[in-house]
């Protein structure tokens, strides 16, 4: 299953603050990084699994700068993550009065929606994110997928699927495979079982490329 994380790039720079004590002058006295600065040591933690840390560095990036857009996806995707999914919607709400155009955040919004069983707000969220992105639609349609199946929608669950499949990036392997899985798992439902078993087939197959 799909969940769309925008991670801020270029995080090798703060190589160097991991390795000299910056933590600690933090913790001492006046905070000597920027809010762009907590926000790529938050990414850095993020990657290593270390949420705690990351939300505490995301936290501090937005006490700088509290219409740092990234850094409320990011702090979103910590608390998703985590299984706080009330307080990632919160973000991605907040995040959203920022970016009301960004597709992605509209899209993780749909996941902790449907993750509350709130499926009425995700299909609106994703519906939004579907109006607004072209790029990403192939995931957005997945997402959408996931909601009907859900909801026992498996005939509107397998529209989305196929529509997923069909405008995917052909060298998108990996989402392609999940994508199939996805379908299978919708046509089994509908005791369609020979359309289940080539979809699971073609998930197989894209998995070993």
């Known amino acids: 299953m799909k969940f769309l994380v925008k991670i801020a790039g270029g995080f090798f720079s703060i190589t160097v603050l991991l390795g000299c004590g910056s933590l600690s002058l933090i913790s001492a006295g006046k905070d000597p990084l920027s809010a ?10 993020e990657s290593s699994g270390e949420l705690e ?4 560095e995301y936290e501090r990036a937005l006490d700088k700068n509290p219409e740092l857009t990234q850094a409320l996806i990011n702090l979103g995707n910590v608390h998703y993550q985590r299984g706080d999914y009330s307080m990632a919607e919160e973000e991605y709400h907040r995040a959203l009065k920022l970016s009301p155009q960004d597709g992605d955040i509209h899209n993780n919004l ?3 929606c449907l993750s509350q069983d709130k499926f009425e707000q995700a299909h609106q969220a994703v519906s939004q994110a579907l109006s607004l992105n072209t790029t990403h639609r192939y995931i957005y349609f997945d997402t959408q997928g996931v909601i009907y199946h859900r909801e026992g929608r498996y005939q509107e669950a397998v529209r989305s699927f196929k529509e997923a499949i069909r405008s995917a990036p052909e060298d998108s392997s990996r989402f392609l495979s999940e994508a199939y899985s996805n379908l299978a798992e919708s046509y089994r439902a509908l005791g369609m079982e020979n359309e289940a078993q080539e979809a699971d087939s073609k998930a197989k197959s894209l998995r070993q490329d």
Do not use: I
Not at 53 to 56: E, H, I, T, V
């Open 36 to 45: 762009e600065e907590h926000l790529n040591l938050g990414v850095a933690y």
């Open 110 to 112: 749909a996941w902790t």
């Open 53 to 56: 840390l990351a939300r505490r």
